[in-house]
């Protein structure tokens, strides 16, 4: 399956401090997508890191991709309350998109 | 350009009803997608087009699934009859070429009753 799982389900963390998720997937690709879904909205494209970049970077967030593991991580620093939302990856080898179940992200103000 | 926009934002039917959801992609996107989200199941690929033809009805559930995009402007899912175990929002995306950012619409949540 070229579906991706994302790694903590749910993460709560205090304002202001750094969150981590990850990704894993099973099959080679050619790059990999993050998204992120408020509550009740579609999702909202973030960035994509091509399977020959090892670290992406965009604003407060951050990138890696390690595809001898297949496995992505994205980092956001400095979170704030309006961070919280649910972050899904994409693996991509062709033009299908497909999600996992996500990580639920929330900021305690 | 207004983005993906999605018709009609929420829809209460009952069941054994044929509903018809639609989606206008952004203009110039050649691929399309549509996907089914509930809480048990997650997001889910039901099609995506490219080019205005079917490449993957693989995530389709079942035969009361049907989905058409007769131009390159416009996409319609079906479901007909419907059944309670249907409900859940379905988001519609549109994306420029094979491997960019996706561009999803506001959704459709579908309640069966």
């Known amino acids: 399956s070229q579906q991706g799982e994302e790694d903590p389900q749910a993460l709560s963390i205090q304002e202001g401090e750094n969150a981590t998720m990850n990704c894993s997937y099973k099959?080679?690709?050619?790059?990999l997508q993050w998204y992120r879904q408020n509550s009740g909205r579609g999702l909202v494209h973030l960035i994509l890191?091509?399977?020959?970049?090892r670290e992406k970077h965009s604003g407060r967030l951050r990138v890696t991709l390690d595809t001898s593991k297949k496995s992505s991580s994205l980092l956001i620093t400095a979170s704030r309350a309006a961070d919280t939302a649910s972050y899904f990856c994409?693996?991509?080898?062709?033009?299908?998109?497909?999600f996992g179940t996500g990580t639920r992200l929330t900021i305690i103000p | 350009d207004a983005g993906v926009i999605q018709s009609p934002r929420h829809e209460v039917t009952e069941m054994g009803q044929e509903v018809t959801l639609r989606c206008k992609p952004i203009?110039?996107?050649?691929?399309l997608f549509w996907y089914r989200q509930t809480m048990m199941r997650g997001l889910e690929l039901l099609i995506y087009?490219?080019?205005?033809?079917?490449?993957?009805d693989s995530g389709m559930p079942e035969d009361r699934f049907s989905a058409k995009m007769p131009n390159a402007s416009f996409s319609t899912l079906k479901i007909q009859p419907s059944e309670p175990r249907d409900s859940a929002v379905y988001f519609c995306?549109?994306?420029?070429?094979?491997?960019?950012?996706?561009?999803f619409g506001q959704g459709t949540r579908l309640t069966v009753v």
């Open positions: 995306a549109s994306s420029t070429d094979r491997v960019t950012e996706a561009f």
């Open positions: 099959t080679s690709i050619n790059n």
């Open positions: 890191i091509r399977s020959n970049e």
């Open positions: 994409a693996p991509g080898r062709n033009e299908k998109l497909t």
């Open positions: 203009s110039g996107h050649n691929s």
């Open positions: 087009f490219n080019n205005n033809v079917p490449i993957d």
